[in-house]
């Protein structure tokens, strides 16, 4: 396969120089099997459509598609994937363009009406979805439907998939009996996004390397949080800005034997939180609210937690006001999109390759990065792009934070992640804020708050 030795030779060395063991609790010697209509990555015969039109021979690792072949239905709930689609599978097989159909379902990705249409659509038999994308808080759960089946039963491998896949994202799609269930285009490393004239004002510097060192933990945090506000400026917009680098380092999952647990991380975010709201140290707005949005471009504010797709989103969009990028006092990820597949798909194949295209294929991954600001989640078009400095944004004033987002990526470990995540994060937020404002008087007291709130929303598991 093209490139193997060199990534088989940059996967040796993350493995001894960055000590990947995110991939948690997984057997790394899994190797989902070829079907006996499905060549291996090995296979060297496989057809292309060059070859097919008695061109030039190319090495893809699956079979090309009949243009005859049936159709396929993939769905999403906006327009991005849609969108992705179009400029990177449409254009590079322009015989199959017509085959595949997108359909989206304009809802949100993270609320049950999204799963409830894809139920729907399965049972109906009408569009099958053939693939369907899913919010990383909601991909476990799809994981588990009767009409999810691993990603490798469309002809996809393992082996094409891990060879430059960042490995949290091949321990977060990988079931407990090693089944390659869902796969994704996308790397969220978190990010800590701060407003460059603040921190040369403030700080007497703006260089990212000198800004890490001043925020590399969260007593430095503090530190600069104190002089922000003694300057007149916000450190973070909100108390809740904090929660993902907590809930992304827990060090037990949320459900252990269908129990509750909770974890030191737990009282670390809410002390954590509790002490920017009773220091001054936030404008006390919430996460998507029209001040959080505003305080982005107003310059009131020295930093907000983000990630990879905050350089592209609307939401982090200003002209006026430039940002600097480093890793912050901890890393973690946010979010991403998966995909999964439909056990009853009508044509295998051109799902593969679909699923291949946006996933495994190196110079589509890469130009989603140079092309729509979609950080790929691919080491070596990662790789490519910090050779070639492929990257710098107007929004981080020209710096390039490909290097940053690769390290960070290469450090996130999900083998703490449940299919309860979502819901529990969300009754932990709501606990923050009430501890955060005196509704909760203790910590002892946000605590039994929490444990109230999860019994109420999840009924299938113990809270003792």
């Not at 907590?246 to 954590?272: C, H, R, S, Y």
Request: some cysteine; hydrophobic content about 35%; charged content about 20%.
């Amino acid at each position: 396969m093209k490139k193997f030795k060199k990534v088989m030779a940059l996967s040796l060395a993350l493995a001894m120089g960055l000590s990947l063991a995110a991939c948690g609790g997984k057997d790394e010697d899994t190797t989902a099997a070829p079907t006996s209509e499905t060549p291996s990555s090995e296979d060297s015969e496989t057809p292309s459509s060059e070859d097919a039109q008695g061109g030039e021979e190319s090495d893809l690792p699956i079979p090309m598609p009949s243009a005859d072949g049936e159709d396929i239905y993939v769905y999403s709930w906006n327009d991005e994937l849609g969108n992705r689609i179009d400029a990177h599978f449409r254009t590079k097989y322009p015989e199959l363009e017509s085959k595949v159909h997108y359909e989206n379902l304009n809802v949100s990705g993270t609320t049950d009406e999204y799963p409830a249409k894809i139920s729907a659509a399965a049972e109906s038999g009408d569009k099958y979805p053939s693939i369907f994308a899913s919010d990383e808080s909601l991909a476990l759960s799809f994981m588990q439907q009767s009409y999810t089946a691993p990603v490798t039963d469309s002809g996809l491998t393992l082996e094409m998939y891990e060879e430059s896949a960042y490995p949290y994202t091949i321990d977060y799609g990988t079931n407990a009996d090693g089944d390659l269930m869902a796969v994704t285009w996308q790397a969220t490393p978190g990010i800590f996004l701060y407003n460059k004239a603040i921190a040369e004002e403030v700080l007497g510097t703006s260089d990212p390397k000198e800004v890490q060192d001043m925020v590399s933990d969260w007593d430095g945090f503090f530190e600069v949080a104190a002089k922000m506000k003694e300057a007149g400026y916000a450190m973070v917009s909100g108390p809740d800005e904090v929660k993902y680098p907590f809930l992304a380092n827990k060090e037990q999952p949320w459900v252990v034997d269908g129990k509750l647990t909770i974890g030191q991380f737990v009282t670390d975010m809410l002390e954590t939180s509790k002490k920017i709201y009773d220091e001054g140290y936030s404008t006390n707005s919430a996460q998507w609210s029209s001040e959080w949005t505003a305080n982005m471009s107003n310059g009131t504010v020295f930093c907000f937690f983000g990630t990879t797709w905050f350089m592209s989103d609307t939401v982090f969009v200003t002209e006026d006001v430039k940002y600097q990028a480093c890793a912050g006092p901890m890393g973690y990820y946010w979010g991403g999109s998966y995909f999964l597949y439909g056990k009853d798909c009508p044509n295998p194949e051109l799902a593969a390759l679909v699923m291949y295209t946006l996933t495994c294929d190196e110079d589509a991954m890469y130009d989603m990065w140079v092309d729509d600001g979609d950080y790929p989640n691919n080491m070596i078009a990662a790789e490519k792009a910090i050779a070639e400095g492929a990257g710098a944004l107007d929004k981080l004033d020209g710096q390039n934070p490909v290097e940053a987002f690769h390290e960070g990526a290469q450090m996130i470990d999900l083998k703490n992640s449940t299919s309860y995540d979502s819901q529990i994060n969300n009754c932990l937020s709501t606990v923050s804020t009430s501890y955060n404002t005196g509704v909760d008087a203790t910590i002892d007291d946000a605590i039994a708050d929490l444990k109230g709130q999860v019994a109420a929303t999840i009924t299938d598991i113990v809270v003792e």
